[in-house]
C-alpha cells in the first residue's frame, strides 16, 4: 500500500469542535514489527476524543499536530508487519488505537498486534468498534474496582449505574446483571424503559428532584457506584452507600482527586476509585467480542454516520444525548 492515499479527518490545533476537523488525503501508514493494517469498516467516537481537541489533556495529548483521531475501530487486515503471527490479511478483527497515535477517522489504520482481536462474523463491525474503550472501561470498573466476578458467583452487590443511556453505561448494566447484581440506574426520562430492557432493576430520573438524590427506589445501599454522569459531588452519593460502599468516577476531575485523596488519608470505609484506562490485554476486548457473539450482551448504536460527514458524529458526541453509541463508516 507504500505510497496510496487515503480519506481521512484530522485538526491542526486545540478547540474547533466539529468545524475544526478537516477532510484530507493522507498516505496509508505502513504497519511496522508488531503492527497490522486495517481497512476500516467502522470507527466509534468516545467523548475523550473531542476531549483531547478541546485540550483537556494538554500537554500530553495530542502528541502533534495534526492530529487523527478516534481510538476503536473494526475492519479487515490487509497488511501485517513482520513480527505478527496470530494474525493475517483477510481476518475481520476489532482493535484498540493507543490515545498518543489515534488514526480511527480514516480508510486504513495501523494496530497493535497486542490489542486487536479476531471478530467472529456473527459480530458486526460496527457492534465491535463500539466496545474497545466504553466496554473495557465497564468491565474494568465491575471486576477489578467493584469486585463482581462476571460468572455470578460474587455474593449479591447493589450497584448504582448513573448516565446508563450512554456509552459505558449501557454496557455496564449488561455487565453488571451478568454478574447478577441488583442494578438501580440513573437516565433522562426518555431512556427509561431503554435502560429497563438492558436488565436494570430500578431507574432513576435524573432530572427529578428524587432521581436527583440518586436513592434507590427500594431503598438498597449501594455497594459501588459507576459512576458515568458527570459533576456530581460525593457528598451525593454518600448517604446511599453501604457502609464499605464505592464510587467508581470514570471521569476524575480536580476536586475528584482531592475526595480520592481526602478519604484515603481519613480512612473512611466508604472509598472514592478514580478510574483511568489503561487497557492491557487483547483477551479482555476478546471476553467481551464473545459475550456478543453469544447473545450474552449488545451494542447499542444510537446513530451511524458516513466518514465524508464524520464531523456529525463528532457534534453529536459533544452534544452528550447519545443513547449507546455514535459510529462512522467510511
Ligand atoms: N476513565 C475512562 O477511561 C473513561 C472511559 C470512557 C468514558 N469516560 C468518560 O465517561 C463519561 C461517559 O462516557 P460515555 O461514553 O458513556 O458518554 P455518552 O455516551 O456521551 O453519555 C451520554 C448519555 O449520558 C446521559 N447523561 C448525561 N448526564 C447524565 C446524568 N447526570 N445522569 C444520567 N444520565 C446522564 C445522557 O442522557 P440524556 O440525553 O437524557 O441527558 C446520554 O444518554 C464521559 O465523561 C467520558 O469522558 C471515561
Redesign the pocket.
Known amino acids: 500500500m507504500a505510497g496510496k492515499l487515503m480519506q481521512a479527518l484530522q485538526y491542526d490545533s486545540y478547540g474547533g469542535g466539529a468545524a475544526g476537523l478537516k477532510h484530507v488525503q493522507v498516505p496509508v501508514p505502513s504497519p511496522r514489527h508488531n503492527e497490522v493494517l486495517l481497512k476500516v469498516e467502522a470507527t466509534s467516537i468516545?467523548?475523550?476524543d473531542w476531549?483531547i481537541q478541546k485540550g483537556t489533556v494538554r500537554p500530553f495529548l495530542p502528541r502533534k499536530f495534526p492530529f487523527i483521531p478516534a481510538t476503536d475501530v473494526a475492519g479487515e487486515v490487509v497488511e501485517v508487519g513482520t513480527g505478527v503471527k496470530n494474525l493475517k490479511a483477510g481476518d475481520k478483527v476489532v482493535a484498540i488505537l493507543s490515545h498518543p497515535t489515534g488514526g480511527g477517522l480514516a480508510e486504513f489504520v495501523v494496530a497493535d498486534k497486542k490489542l486487536t482481536v479476531k471478530r467472529p462474523l456473527e459480530v458486526g463491525s460496527a457492534e465491535a468498534a463500539a466496545m474497545p474503550?466504553?466496554g473495557l472501561?465497564a468491565l474494568y470498573a465491575l471486576t477489578h474496582h467493584a469486585g463482581l466476578k462476571l460468572d455470578g458467583t460474587s455474593k449479591q452487590a447493589n450497584i448504582l449505574i448513573?448516565?446508563a443511556?450512554?456509552?459505558?453505561?449501557h454496557y455496564a448494566v449488561q455487565l453488571a446483571k451478568l454478574g447478577k447484581a441488583h442494578v438501580t440506574a440513573?437516565?433522562?426520562s426518555?431512556?427509561i424503559d431503554f435502560v429497563k430492557s438492558l436488565g436494570a432493576d430500578e431507574v432513576l430520573d435524573?432530572k427529578t428532584p428524587e432521581g436527583a438524590t440518586l436513592m434507590s427506589p427500594s431503598g438498597k445501599k449501594y455497594d459501588a457506584v459507576i459512576h458515568?454522569?458527570?459533576s456530581?459531588p460525593f457528598s451525593t452519593f454518600e448517604p446511599n452507600l453501604s457502609t464499605n460502599g464505592k464510587v467508581i468516577d470514570?471521569?476524575p476531575g480536580p476536586s475528584a482527586i482531592w475526595t480520592y485523596a481526602v478519604k484515603k488519608v481519613t480512612m473512611s470505609k466508604k472509598q472514592y476509585v478514580p478510574?483511568?484506562?489503561i487497557p492491557k490485554l487483547a483477551e479482555d476486548l476478546e471476553f467481551l467480542v464473545n459475550l456478543v457473539k453469544e447473545g450474552k450482551m449488545k451494542t447499542v448504536i444510537d446513530s451511524k454516520h458516513p466518514l465524508s460527514k464524520a464531523e456529525d458524529a463528532w457534534a453529536k458526541?459533544i452534544d452528550?444525548?447519545?443513547?449507546g453509541k455514535i459510529i462512522v463508516e467510511p
Do not use: D, E, M, Q
Open positions: 468516545n467523548p475523550i476531549k474503550v466504553p472501561t448513573t448516565a443511556s450512554g456509552g459505558v453505561g440513573t437516565c433522562g426518555r431512556n435524573y458515568c454522569a458527570t456530581i470514570i471521569t478510574l483511568f484506562l458526541s452528550s444525548h447519545a443513547t
